[in-house]
């Protein structure tokens, strides 16, 4: 029965569990092949059919051992639990050691440990790798040094031969199934990233809206307001800054309700994006006020657009919301100004709409216009309103 590492059968190390059967699994797979060819060398008098015997009880016990070891989850218990090093180092040291006892097929042994370090590729990172790489060059050269003289190469008749190919193309095969699983975790890997990408994303995005109408929060909106009079300052082109507040909206909660309110904001924020060019940018402020960043508009073009953004606020159907609902909006709008900073054009834009409100609301207000020097009006005042400024 296998044990799992989590209640859950989804968790990312029952996943991991079942990677490591499978290598396993894999394992056991080349060690039948191997013994399998060390038979057909026997068969034809290369090695002594008591070598491929012995090489089929040692390989199997390993590879059995190793795999029962995972099913049971008691890899489990170790910081390393895929036991790669334990796996290498036990059968690296049966081809190693059947080197010796088959002499003539020491070539072929040695193709079969360049095959297991493939597997370790797939786990081991550079460094790893690297001292791998050395002790294997070390080990080996110490084998080829003790077994001197009786260090040669299968016989030459035609089913030797033969039997030589077979070994290196299932080998091959071995190795190839390796990198086949080094490009699978490497596609998986590419994926996670990508995903990873974008959850990042989504987590930035999130954490620049308002959690309540998407539009931007007033962190982020700044940071475009900073962004934007930059540019401003390097290149001269005009953009406006719009300081936007709902008419009665403290009557309009304390009327209707809170959920009204907040229907309200979510509707006046679809109503700017239908009326809004794509290139504008609006964020909410505060509870019931929004700002909304024109590039690249004067600051007639700037009063024109949120003008007409008014106009369709004003005709809206809100009754579709709650009976008797009526909703407006004042603005100001300013232009830039060079040497204009954050701080600077909000003020203009606020004192803009400090005369919008004070005048009669339902109306836009252009910054340096006060209200007995040309104030625009846009708009009748609306017919429902509350004795304080909202």
Known sequence: MQVRPAAHPDDREYKRQGHRLHMARLLIINMSIETAELFLFALVGTIPASVAALFFLVSFAAAIGFYVFF???????????????????????????????????????????????????IEFNPRQYTLGWLAYGVVTAAALILLGDR???????????????????????????????????????LEKNRQLEHSLHRIEEM?????????????????LLESELQRSARNGRPFCLVMLDLDWFKAINDGF?????????????????????????????????????????????????????????????????????????????????????????????DDALYQAKHAGRNRVQQAGFAPEDGERQAGPVPAKQADQVS
């Open 71 to 121: 099913r049971l989850g008691l890899n489990l218990r170790f910081t390393r639990k895929n036991l790669l090093v334990p796996q290498l180092l036990v059968y690296g040291s049966i081809q190693i050691g059947f080197m010796f006892l088959a002499p003539k097929l020491s070539v072929l042994f040695l193709l079969v440990l360049v095959v297991l370090s493939g597997y370790a590729a």
């Open 151 to 189: 260090f040669s190469y299968p016989g030459h008749s035609n089913m030797e031969v033969g039997l030589v190919w077979l070994f290196f193309f299932m080998t091959l095969r071995s190795l190839t199934l390796a990198n086949a699983g080094f490009s699978r975790l490497r596609e998986k890997l």
């Open 207 to 223: 954490a620049n809206r308002d959690y309540l109408t998407g539009v931007y929060n007033r962190r982020h909106f700044m940071g």
């Open 257 to 349: 309700g809170h959920p009204v309110g907040d229907a309200v904001l979510q509707r006046l924020c679809l109503l700017a994006g239908e009326n809004l060019r794509a290139a504008d940018q609006i964020g909410r402020i505060g509870g019931e006020e929004f700002a909304i960043l024109l590039p690249d508009a004067a600051l007639d073009s700037g009063y024109t657009t949120i003008d007409r953004l008014r106009a369709a606020v004003h005709a809206y159907d809100w009754g579709q919301i709650a009976d008797g609902l009526q909703v407006s909006f004042s603005a100001g709008v300013a232009g830039y100004c060079a040497g204009d900073g954050v701080q600077t054009m909000i003020k203009r834009t």
